[in-house]
């Protein structure tokens, strides 16, 4: 990798951190943003500490500054280095409180991180969102108290991750009583293990007009009512994605149904989601849509981009809606999975992709009863689908004689980088049961896997196409926002748990 000398000495004079700081007076202002490189790369927090703190220009963007450059052309995104991140916080903290007539600093945008299973960061120890989260929250909170803290305050640009065990923490900072030397602002926000109203309450306090992606997963409880409450009291007219979590569109517990049969709350939703001019992504798996799809998307303004209808328990009239719609044709993202789509559903299936063909660049289709009989169809279905560079096709009962077949077709596509396929059945005992659970999913023949494995590498290898990645991830795909918080999640399953089991222990008390 070609560096500049410009950056190799800014390495040089990064490595020697006493140096460094007595030596910042003179260097140049428009040579910060690649000290700063250059100390990351080195994971010298001392350095990247003082830089922040007597950093001279008015914009500080750790993304574009990370990112590749003509003076050092690697990219550092992924490198979300506790030691480096902890230091840039700590070091926006000293501005506001000794950056004295030097301070010219506006905007620190935090974004641009990227959360990656393996680090690349020489301690290896990363600092995931939801820690990041709880950094910048209690350093706010540190400084509101702070009476040295500059009156102007610096914006801060961030993407936050609020669960059960940081709400408290990030209320307090982004909804301050006094001065806030540090403002938040929103650009992403993910919540996970909150009520419906702590949700609703830091939502306000984070800023609806200003983000950009909302994801709401797992433990946050919400039926239709809090959908629509949401959407209603909020509006987030910038809005570019939305993920709502399982069930989001039953009805509430109380409701009773309309005469007419009409579904009032999803027609309310959609007309929500009709006002986000700049909605593109939108996830709702595993919410029961059955025979409701037109109506929720029909009324969207803008083409879906991405749609995840995975375990949507999908009918005839809500496929054929889809393979006709105006987001067909502008689809880049689409998980269909939990659909016996070839049996089921083949000809608007196969509409479906040739609609999307033209821009479709990643296909989940996970536990979709796709079997041996249906490879010619699906290797056909996908055939137009040349833009292709992700097929995700776990918990589908193939041999791998049908793997076989079926990674020739793959073969002819000529962008596909990525396939996540499942255990061929060969490797399970006979006679086993589909979709599995975890149990029976992790109980096979592993001898005969990295046997079948291998063979379909030197597949790949034959057609020269040894660029395609392989892998058989059971449990999913890696998702480091689940990987740091596991332990919270962990303990509001078993208190879940134990509440079920206390409500069972009561019922059966009072059958007694």
Not at 329 to 344: F, I
């Amino acid at each position: 990798m070609m560096q500049s000398l410009r950056f190799i000495s800014a390495e040089a004079l990064a490595s020697h951190p006493q140096v460094a700081r007595q030596s910042l007076d003179g260097v140049a202002h428009n040579l910060y943003p690649l000290l700063f490189k250059a100390s990351y790369l080195l994971e010298q927090a001392e350095v990247i500490r003082v830089l922040l703190e007597r950093w001279p220009l008015e914009e500080f963007r750790l993304g574009a500054l990370l990112g590749p450059s003509a003076d050092h052309p690697g990219d550092l995104r992924d490198r979300a280095c506790r030691a480096c991140l902890e230091a840039c916080v700590r070091g926006l903290a000293d501005h506001t409180l000794w950056g004295g007539g030097r301070r010219r600093l506006r905007v620190a945008d935090l974004t641009g991180i990227r959360d990656v299973q393996v680090q690349g960061c020489p301690c290896g120890r990363a600092l995931g969102r939801w820690g990041r989260t709880k950094l910048l929250a209690r350093t706010c909170c540190e400084l509101q108290a702070e009476p040295r803290a500059a009156r102007r305050p610096v914006e801060v640009l961030a993407d936050i991750f609020v669960t059960g065990g940081n709400f408290d923490l990030v209320v307090r900072a982004l909804g301050p009583e006094g001065p806030a030397p540090l403002r938040v602002r929103c650009l992403s926000f993910r919540a996970d293990s909150l009520g419906p109203g702590q949700l609703l309450h830091v939502l306000r306090l984070a800023g609806p007009g200003e983000l950009r992606r909302l994801e709401v997963v797992h433990n946050v409880r919400l039926h239709a009512g809090h959908v629509q409450q949401l959407l209603a009291q909020l509006g987030f007219p910038r809005l570019v994605s939305l993920t709502l979590p399982a069930k989001a569109f039953d009805a509430p517990p109380t409701s009773t149904p309309a005469p007419d049969g009409e579904d009032t709350l999803l027609t309310s939703i959609a007309r929500e989601l009709s006002r986000m001019t700049q909605l593109t992504e939108l996830s709702v798996a595993f919410s029961t849509l059955t025979g409701k799809l037109q109506k929720l998307l029909g009324p969207l303004r803008t083409p879906l981009r991405v749609l995840d209808l995975g375990n949507c328990a999908l009918n005839h009239a809500d496929m054929a809606f889809l393979a006709n719609c105006t987001h067909a044709a502008h689809l880049e993202v689409l998980d269909l999975s939990g659909h016996c789509l070839v049996d089921l559903f083949p000809s608007t299936f196969f509409r479906l992709l040739g609609q999307a063909a033209p821009t479709l660049r990643a296909l989940t289709l996970e536990e979709c009863g796709l079997a041996d009989r249906h490879v010619g169809a699906l290797s056909l279905a996908l055939g137009p689908c040349r833009r292709l560079q992700e097929l995700r096709f776990l918990g589908n009962p193939m041999s791998a004689r049908a793997l076989r077949r079926l990674f020739v077709a793959l073969c002819g596509l000529p962008r596909l980088q990525s396939v996540e396929f499942p255990v061929p059945r060969d490797c399970y005992p006979e006679g086993s049961a589909y979709p599995q659970d975890e149990l029976a999913m992790s109980k096979f023949d592993q001898q005969k896997y990295s046997a079948i494995a291998e063979d379909l590498r030197a597949l790949l290898l034959r057609a020269g196409r040894d660029d395609i990645r392989l892998s058989t991830p059971l449990f999913g795909s890696f998702d480091p926002d689940i990987q740091e918080t596991s332990n919270e999640l962990g303990t509001l399953l078993l208190q879940a748990f134990k509440t079920a089991l206390e409500n069972f222990s009561r019922a059966l008390k009072q059958m007694e």
